[in-house]
């Protein structure tokens, strides 16, 4: 970024700023010279006016200078839009990278409150791991609270926090532990057999899918089995509602009426209607919950079927309070949701750089081959294929399928590489900056998996490569999605060819409008069944 751009970015954050607050104080003068002689004919609206302009520049000044004490450095904030405009809502990472090289790597933005940013490895190690229990809240904002309904420990796991959150994270620890290993692969490896009997029947028809459904399909029975025991057809009603359901949630969660109704919480007062994707997003959430419900109520009736809704129901027996229903509900919408949406996008990624990179696509084919030859593919054996892991590694990179990661708050003042932090502030680990930090991943826009080769071949461990976050709120289901990842991956690839016909067009790479995950815009492909190993 070279100090040009960067006058060019602080010179249109200030005219913003200048602008928008004059804008405010024009609405201000035609609604008082409107009002004001039709209720006190006697008074000059400028009277009223003058008052209120000295008022609004006190507040801004003196809401300026509590911000530049309070939290670090940022740009000024608009006038009833804060910061927000400015943002790239796809690829929030560019205005993070932009910003930082103005402020440093810790600065705020003026989102729906004051969001302290964190923008490289060592402030969010600081913050995450050196600050762990003052960083390890979540935001109690309008659109999270309508869920859970506790503004002070949040619920669930994800949006839980203090002690009900460290409970409800060690008793889904304690009970991963024993899917861990040899149950965990089985798992995963009889439903990615389910879908390549899918994708035997679209090589056979030789058509131009989307994989979108298929693998969304896969994905999401290996949790349900776990959090809920159950399994579904891809086809299946009740299943595609649920599908269209979290999309929905993941999608208007980003939107900016929902982003409106968290700065101006009384805006959900509003009648039914006017705020569109605010009432879908309410009701596609309420919809998902009663699922669980629904679910967990056939639990209660039928009980001990070894999956973690019936641990939680036993454990109900002596810890009522803590592990209340809304509390299991919660927090097996929280494993179902936080498993799909980031495991099925960083997968159809994956999918569309093999498809503009056909020859990355058979070095992998090639190296699966001489490690499993037509075996199952085996986690135990993932060392001796470093390349196919510095390309999973490349794709989850550039994917960065939680670009606004998830937002934390802190619990206690704390200090985070020099700047003090008040508690109750929202804080983003911006890992998407990481993984597109040119200072840490040259060229950082290019798909190279060869990055993460050292000069022997062998797979380089990254420090900061950090997709799944870090310290005590790292992701729960970072051993799952790995799993998951590497055998679905090599077992399609062992067995499929993903190619496109010379008039087909190319996956564009771009992402989908908004959204809390970052997938990519809808694409399809064709595909060749090698018949390298029976798959029925
Ligand atoms: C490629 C796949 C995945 C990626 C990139 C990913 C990434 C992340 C990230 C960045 C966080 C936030 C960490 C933080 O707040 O600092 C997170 C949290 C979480 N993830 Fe994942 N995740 C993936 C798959 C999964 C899967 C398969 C599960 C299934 C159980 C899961 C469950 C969760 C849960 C429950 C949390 C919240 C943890 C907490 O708040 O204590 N994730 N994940």
Redesign the pocket.
């Known amino acids: 970024m070279n100090k040009n751009q960067n006058f060019w970015i602080q010179f249109r954050d200030w005219t913003a700023f200048g602008i928008s607050h004059h804008v405010v104080m024009l609405i201000y003068a035609l609604f008082l010279r409107n009002c004001v002689p039709y209720f006190i004919p006697e008074l000059k609206w400028e009277y009223f006016f003058i008052r209120i302009f000295i008022l609004h520049f006190v507040y801004v000044i003196f809401i300026h200078v509590t911000r530049m004490t309070t939290y670090p450095p940022g740009p000024p904030p608009m006038a009833i839009f804060g910061n927000s405009p400015f943002v790239n809502i796809l690829k929030p990472e560019k205005t993070f990278l932009q910003y930082r090289a103005i402020y440093g790597p810790i600065f705020t933005l003026h989102l729906s409150q004051p969001t302290v940013i964190l923008a490289d490895y060592k402030s969010i190690h600081t913050a995450?791991v050196g600050n762990g229990p003052q960083t390890s809240g979540r935001s109690s904002n309008e659109s999270f609270v309508l869920f859970t309904g506790d503004r002070e420990n949040g619920d669930g796991?994800?949006l839980a926090m203090r002690q009900k959150?460290k409970d409800m994270?060690h008793e889904i620890s304690r009970f991963m532990n024993k899917w861990y290993g040899a149950p965990m692969d089985e798992l995963v490896l009889t439903h990615t057999n389910a879908l390549e009997n899918e994708l035997v029947k679209v090589a056979k028809t030789q058509s131009f899918v989307d994989l979108r459904d298929p693998l969304a399909g896969a994905i999401a029975n290996v949790?349900q089995q776990i959090t809920i025991g159950r399994n579904y057809l891809y086809q299946d009603q009740e299943f595609q509602t649920q599908l269209r359901d979290i999309n929905a949630v993941v999608k208007e969660i980003m939107t900016a009426e929902v982003f409106f109704v968290n700065c101006y919480p009384w805006l959900r007062f509003l009648p039914e209607g006017i705020l569109r994707k605010w009432t879908n997003y309410k009701k596609s959430g309420f919809r998902l919950q009663q699922w669980f419900r629904t679910i967990l109520e056939e639990h209660h009736i039928n009980r001990h079927q070894g999956d973690f809704m019936s641990h939680m129901i036993d454990l109900q027996e002596s810890k009522q309070e803590q592990f209340n229903d809304l509390s299991i509900i919660l927090t097996c919408g929280?494993?179902w949701t936080?498993?799909m949406e980031?495991?099925v996008t960083?997968l159809r990624w994956g999918l569309a750089y093999m498809l503009h990179n056909p020859d990355i696509q058979t070095k992998c084919r090639k190296e699966i081959e001489e490690v499993f030859g037509n075996g199952l593919p085996d986690m135990s054996k993932m060392n001796q294929t470093p390349f196919v892991r510095a390309t999973l590694s490349e794709i989850?990179r550039l994917a960065n399928?939680?670009p606004w990661?998830?937002p934390?708050k802190t619990l206690e003042e704390c200090n985070i590489g020099g700047n003090h932090i008040p508690a109750n502030t929202e804080i983003i680990?911006a890992?998407g900056a990481i993984l597109n930090d040119p200072d840490v991943f040259a060229s950082p826009d290019k798909f190279n998996p060869e990055r993460f080769l050292d000069e022997e071949g062998k797979y380089r461990v990254m420090e900061e490569f950090r997709?799944?976050?870090m310290?005590p709120?790292?992701?729960?289901?970072e051993r799952?999605?790995r799993t998951e990842?590497y055998l679905i991956f090599c077992s399609l690839v062992q067995n499929f060819r993903f190619y496109l016909n010379i008039d087909d067009p190319l996956p564009t790479l771009e992402r989908c409008i908004g959204g809390i995950t970052a997938p990519p815009k809808p694409y399809a492909t064709r595909v060749e069944y090698l018949g390298n190993r029976s798959v029925y």
């Open positions: 995450l796991v994800i959150w994270r949790i929280d494993m936080g498993g980031t495991t960083t989850q399928v939680l990661a998830i934390h680990p890992l997709p799944f976050g310290g709120r790292v992701c729960l289901g799952i999605a990842l």
